[in-house]
């Protein structure tokens, strides 16, 4: 279950995102990183998990997986 409240920070594109509304946010936000990486989005994403991962994040690593699964089902339709 996704909680209703994330900071979710991309440091590499430098954005940072405090959502809220919990599965739409991230379907909204899935729709955006899509939209600028394309079909290259759901890896995209699993790499910024393994960095939480390393950084001990669970919380974050477990949003960005999140996403990357919601991305991967967006990208089927491209």
């Avoid at 998990?49 to 990208?75: F, S």
């Amino acid at each position: 279950m996704v909680p209703s409240h994330w900071i979710i920070v991309n440091a590499g594109a430098n954005v940072a995102l405090t959502m809220e509304g919990g599965k739409e946010a991230l379907e909204k936000l899935a729709r955006e990183v899509v939209a600028l990486y394309g079909r290259d989005a759901p890896k995209m994403l699993l790499d910024r998990a393994a960095v939480a991962d390393e950084y001990g994040d669970n919380v974050q690593a477990k949003a960005w997986r999140e996403i990357a699964a919601i991305a991967a089902r967006l990208c089927r339709s491209l």
